[in-house]
């Protein structure tokens, strides 16, 4: 047969297929089993999207898809009221370690809220717990040591009321100290406890460095001043006459002027013997040489008659502190007025301050409660 006459095979019509058509060349069928080729989206900034895998949930390493990944817990807010008086003492700059210790402890607090794992917020519950419970033990033990400062103090005091210098008890101060502070508050997740409990932590370290500050105040102003503070227990024990007065002519009449004694005497002494040896009373000088003007001038003491410019009147020792009273006295007066406020409290109104005794009962009594099992 002749080629022209041979019968014409349709591929198309005998495969079903459809050719598709390659870029830059003739079409080319597909191949028979593959499916038909469907449009592709154009991809965004030149590549194709990717999305993310879904979880396999028998394959514990499997990566999630970010519309299936759990939702992240927000933290929960915490508001915390500080007191005045731990205001106060943030400005008198006695709480860097207190608010260093809060701000560490409070940012471990919020670990537990962070996570949005049930297992890491219970591990956060458990260390809250234990923190809870040795913060417990630590405040008794700082309470202890506070309980002991008290009565070194009133030991002290009662020395200097009979007429003793407290050289123990200032001794003792030197060693005693409170063990409390911000420090105490680092990674014990303290923002999982109850406001009322943080505040009381805060102003409990507050209420530490101050006893502890105000005690070394003290301690350094009796070392410092034991030879004037030992002169003015024994001027009680053994009043001694140290000042005089000059009296002479003034603008408007006679005036005195203060004049302190080269040697000073005792007011009362006991009996002495003469140069014949018999006993007689004690009597106060009759000559002193003050100077006046750079130079040396004999006064006699006045005991009757006109007092003049060449006459010492004596000072009665027990006025002197009216008039010029020790400023290491006053000094020590008044640290030792801080001193039991801090112990004791304040109860002015409007100015209340709780004392660290009682505070730190308190905040012990709190702590073993959250400490206690199912607290």
């Known amino acids: 047969m002749s080629e022209d006459k041979k019968p014409k095979i349709d591929l198309k019509s005998r495969l079903g297929k459809k050719t598709v058509s390659a870029p830059g060349g003739p079409a080319v069928p597909p191949p028979v089993g593959i499916p038909k080729p469907v449009g592709i989206p154009t991809p965004l900034f030149g590549q194709p999207e990717k999305k993310a895998p879904k979880i396999d949930a028998s394959d514990p390493y499997a990566s999630l898809e970010a519309g299936d990944a759990p939702v992240r817990a927000e933290p929960q807010a915490i508001k915390i009221e500080m007191s005045e008086e731990v205001v106060q003492a943030q400005k008198k700059g006695r709480v860097f370690l207190v608010v260093a210790g809060v701000v560490g402890a409070l940012i471990g607090g919020l670990v537990g809220f962070t996570s949005g794992s049930s297992s890491e917020q219970k591990k956060g519950a458990e260390i809250a717990v ?146 014949d040896g018999k006993e007689v009373d004690y009597k106060w000088p009759v000559d002193f040489k003050i100077p006046v003007g750079g130079k040396p001038t004999e006064l006699k003491r006045y005991d009757s008659g006109d007092a003049t410019s060449t006459k010492l009147v004596p000072v009665n020792p027990e006025t002197e502190g009216a008039v010029c009273p020790s400023d290491t006295l006053v000094r020590l007066a008044r640290e030792v007025r801080g001193m039991e406020e801090v112990f004791r409290g304040d109860p002015t109104p409007g100015a209340e301050k709780q004392g660290i005794l009682e505070l730190g009962k308190q905040l012990g009594e709190k702590l073993k409660a959250v400490g206690a099992p199912g607290g």
């Open 130 to 275: 234990k923190g809870a419970r040795e913060l417990g033990g630590e405040v008794d033990k700082a309470l202890g040591a506070a309980e002991e400062l008290a009565t070194t103090f009133k030991d002290a005091a009662k020395k200097l009321a009979d007429n003793q210098f407290p050289e123990a008890e200032v001794a003792k101060l030197g060693e005693l100290n409170i063990p409390f502070d911000g420090s105490n508050l680092a990674g014990r997740n303290i923002g999982r406890f109850r406001p009322e409990v943080i505040n009381m932590l805060v102003t409990f370290s507050g209420r530490c460095a101050e006893a502890n500050e105000q005690k070394d105040k003290i301690r350094s102003l009796l070392s410092l001043s034991k030879k004037g503070i030992q002169e003015f227990l024994d001027q009680k024990k053994a009043p001694k006459v140290r000042w005089g007065v000059i009296v002479s002519s003034g603008p408007g009449g006679p005036w005195a002027a203060m004049q302190p004694l080269p040697e000073p005497f005792l007011v009362t002494g006991e009996k002495t013997k003469d140069k």
